[in-house]
């Protein structure tokens, strides 16, 4: 694995992918949204069905607002979009798919065994990783999980690693953590809760079982939770979900990452302030190195962060992920 080359992905390296994949529809078959990986102002009609974002209020501070009064629709809306999304665009960007000529391939087989680390909720690099045998879920969420496999096909094993991890700060849909189970012991009449020594994880795709075959999801026991409560919401304080054991597993993943990389690339990120808490750490681990970011607004967005981590050699390069993709990776060292 080459960690001298690390990258963190954003909304922006997804934006691409419909358009990449070929799908002409429009909208989506099931819900009939748009079928395009949203930005955060995407979110409003998606999510609250209104085009209008109240006076003096954030996206943000509106899931916060709506999971305050118990009311999860908008956060169901927007996970079961993204894996939606998952479900009918990227199999056409995969290996054996219709597109596969694609930026995101090119851009994976170029930087074959760089760390992927992500904020994003989709699974578009796990899903192409996977078709090439390049990754499994097994080891490349960059921590062991457990999964299930179909039966062996043509009497070859399913026994192929990752060649680099892609790691979701903010939680994966389809993993969660199980922290305690249910025992009896001699002379109990009924089961007594145990923790256990280290948190477990499972791997459950959820509705995306298919794009993940030949791994399947572990069985549902207890505690199972489902995908919306798997990641951290998108609400302007995210300290409380940074505190969920698969996701501060992943950060000190990631950052042991950051510290030994030469380089790190930022495609599409644009560190939201209302993602300080997550970003923050990371960046504090980064002490006299390039960060080189691709974003369409990459100048106006080092412009805000330079005084806040002078510390880092910050550079910019005003492309989109698939202009950057197309000039050759202007700007970084391969």
Not at 55 to 67: A, Y
């Amino acid at each position: 694995m080459d960690q001298s080359l690390v990258f963190i992905l954003g909304a922006g390296f997804s934006i691409d992918a419909v358009s990449e994949s070929g799908y002409s529809a429009g909208t989506l078959p099931a819900s009939g949204l748009p079928a395009r990986y949203p930005l955060v102002a995407d979110l409003l009609n998606i999510c609250f069905k209104t085009d209008i974002l109240p006076p003096g209020k954030s996206i943000e501070e509106l899931f916060q607002d709506s999971i305050d009064k118990r009311n999860m629709e908008p956060l169901d809306a927007l996970y079961s979009y993204i894996m939606e999304l998952d479900y009918y665009i990227t199999p056409s960007l995969r290996q054996g798919g219709r597109n596969y000529n694609n930026i995101y391939t090119t851009f994976l087989h170029d930087f074959p065994e760089s760390p992927l680390i992500t904020f994003n909720y989709d699974s578009i690099p796990e899903i192409l990783l996977l078709a090439e045998q390049l990754w499994s879920p097994d080891d490349g969420y960059g921590l062991p999980v457990q999964t299930q496999k179909t039966p062996v096909r043509n009497g070859l094993p399913y026994n192929w690693t990752s060649l680099r991890p892609v790691l979701h700060l903010h939680g994966s849909l389809c993993v969660y953590s199980k922290t305690f189970y249910f025992e009896k012991q001699p002379g109990q009449d009924y089961p007594i809760m145990q923790n256990h020594n280290e948190p477990i994880f499972l791997f459950d795709p959820d509705r995306l079982g298919h794009c993940f075959l030949p791994f399947e999801r572990v069985p549902p026991g207890v505690p199972y939770t489902y995908p919306i409560e798997r990641v951290i919401a998108p609400i302007p304080d995210k300290t409380e979900g940074l505190k969920e054991e698969f996701i501060k597993a992943v950060y000190k993943k990631a950052m042991e990452f950051l510290v030994s990389a030469n380089q790190i690339i930022v495609i599409g990120y644009s560190f939201n302030p209302d993602d300080h808490t997550s970003y923050t750490q990371l960046l504090d681990k980064i002490v006299n190195k390039p960060v080189f970011l691709i974003a369409p607004d990459a100048r106006f967005i080092i412009d805000r962060l330079a005084n806040h981590y002078p510390n880092i050699q910050w550079k910019a390069n005003n492309m989109s992920f698939k202009e950057w993709v197309k000039h050759g990776y202007q700007g970084i060292r391969k």
